[in-house]
T-cell receptor
Framework: SQTIHQWPATLVQPVGSPLSLECTVE??????LYWYRQAAGRGLQLLFY??????ISSEVPQNLSASRPQDRQFILSSKKLLLSDSGFYLC??????????????FGPGTRLTVL | AQTVTQSQPEMSVQEAETVTLSCTYD???????LFWYKQPPSRQMILVIR??????QNATENRFSVNFQKAAKSFSLKISDSQLGDAAMYFC???????????FGTGTLLAVQP
């Protein structure tokens, strides 16, 4: 069966510090991978998605970036965090099946607080 | 463009009773899918139910069922025999095959009263 991991689970960082959040998927090959952010009491905002190694699409211009160094690894980074980067970050995966890759499965999330 | 609207910010139900959460959507795509996700206090998003838009039959997963009205672009979730563990934020979402994007509504917070 497939599993998705995210770490760290919780992170407190000062403004201006760098960021690296990691997401890995097990039990599947060539998944689509996604990064979402959820502000407190709000819905999910798609930040990046990737359909393959080295292929990243950005949905929202900001000081965050994403990379996919391996098939089942997706990394969210920042060189300098802003207060507005605080939130709950969720990674998700999907695979092509039956002509669609519609169903996304989510990891446990990382709670980021920027002080 | 796709939009998903959940007009009920909060709902409450008595344990063992039935509750219906509302969702409307708009999409220009002919090939799309609809979902309900549950987000408990742990905040992990859990897939509750999936509906293929080309299927007229409403999806069902145990105590969870949907009422999919394609012409009205309505996709409501019915929870039968509500349990305390059903208390969570529920998100409606729409996926478009052409855009490969999952668009979420703003959520409905469901409280279950013992």
């Amino acid at each position: 069966s497939q599993t998705i991991h995210q770490w760290p689970a919780t992170l407190v960082q000062p403004v201006g510090s760098p960021l690296s959040l990691e997401c890995t998927v097990e039990g599947t090959s060539n998944p689509n991978l996604y990064w979402y952010r959820q502000a407190a009491g709000r819905g999910l905002q798609l930040l990046f998605y990737s359909v393959g190694i080295g292929q990243i699409s950005s949905e929202v211009p900001q000081n965050l970036s994403a990379s996919r160094p391996q098939d089942r690894q997706f990394i969210l980074s920042s060189k300098k965090l802003l207060l507005s980067d605080s939130g709950f970050y969720l990674c998700a995966w999907s695979v092509w099946a039956g002509g669609a890759s519609d169903t996304q499965y989510f990891g446990p999330g990382t709670r980021l607080t920027v002080l | 463009a796709q939009t998903v609207t959940q007009s009920q910010p909060e709902m409450s139900v008595q344990e063992a009773e039935t509750v219906t959460l509302s969702c409307t959507y708009d999409t220009s795509e002919s090939d799309y899918y609809l979902f309900w996700y549950k987000q408990p206090p742990s905040r992990q998003m859990i897939l509750v139910i999936r509906q293929e838009a080309y299927k007229q039959q409403n999806a069902t997963e145990n105590r969870f069922s949907v009422n999919f009205q394609k012409a009205a672009k309505s996709f409501s979730l019915k929870i039968s025999d509500s349990q305390l563990g059903d208390a969570a934020m529920y998100f409606c979402a729409s996926y478009g095959g052409a855009t490969n994007k999952l668009i979420f509504g703003t959520g409905t917070l469901l409280a279950v009263q013992p």
